[in-house]
């Protein structure tokens, strides 16, 4: 089974940014939409952005949409999120997903394989 690591979370500034990513062991990326998801504590798991395997069609959550950007490197197994201009609210842990299916989707019964996450904190 394939196993998903997420790195670059840490502790940023507001207006800051930060650069995840998500590499694959055990397995691989392709023929799959990839996803970014968060959890705040005391909050449930939500979406952030997916990505169709291809690289080419892109899913933002409203909250980030202009803010952030999700990437891949299939030759690398690497998924990427850019997070810019953050602020207090973007304060969770990270987690990766593969995807059942190649489309990008937002739903997290949409996503088989799951990181163990990273934590991002944004301090004023």
Excluded: H
Aim: with cysteine; proline share 2%; hydrophobic share 35%.
């Amino acid at each position: 089974q394939v196993q998903l690591v997420e790195s670059g979370g840490g502790l940023v500034q507001a207006g800051g940014s930060l650069r995840l990513s998500c590499a694959a062991s055990g397995g691989t990326f392709n023929s799959y939409a990839m996803g970014w998801f968060r959890q705040a504590p005391g909050k449930e798991r939500e979406f952030v952005a997916a990505i169709n395997w291809i690289g080419v069609i892109r899913k933002y959550a409203a909250s980030v949409k202009g803010r952030f950007t999700i990437s891949r490197n299939n030759a690398n197994n690497t998924v990427y999120l850019q997070m810019n201009s953050l602020n207090s609210e973007d304060t969770a842990v990270y987690y990766c997903a593969r995807a059942r299916g190649s489309d990008p989707k937002s739903g997290q019964a949409d996503f088989g394989s799951w990181g163990q996450g990273t934590q991002v904190t944004v301090s004023s």
